[in-house]
């Protein structure tokens, strides 16, 4: 290896990305959860990383959304969440 070192190259997540449509019934069940114990719409957006839902999604025909606590340092070191969000995010799972 001394002569001949390995080329490493890193090419990211190498996984298809997936989406679910607006109109899914999870993802409408979802959102009316949400509006009911916040009083507002929630956000939907795409987001680039590496979540099962992906997989999920494409190739176990399980519809399936994110949801939960909002927080923009999800995967840093000092991990942290906005406290109201943690309370939110329980509620509206189990509403109907």
């Known amino acids: ?3 001949t070192p390995p080329k490493v190259r890193f090419v990211g997540y190498d ?3 997936s989406e679910i449509q607006r109109n899914h019934p999870i993802v409408e069940t979802v959102c009316r959860n949400y509006k009911q114990v916040t009083g507002r719409d929630p956000e939907i957006s795409g987001r680039q990383g ?3 839902t992906r997989f999920l999604n494409r190739y176990a025909n399980t519809p399936t959304v994110i949801f939960g606590p909002g927080s923009d340092r999800g995967h840093a070191r000092e991990r942290r969440v906005r406290f109201p969000s943690m309370i939110i995010s329980p509620r509206s799972k189990w509403l109907r």
Do not use: G, L, V, Y
Request: charged share 35%; no cysteine; aromatic share 0%.
């Open 15 to 17: 996984a298809e990305a």
């Open 1 to 3: 290896m001394k002569h």
């Open 50 to 52: 590496a979540a099962d």
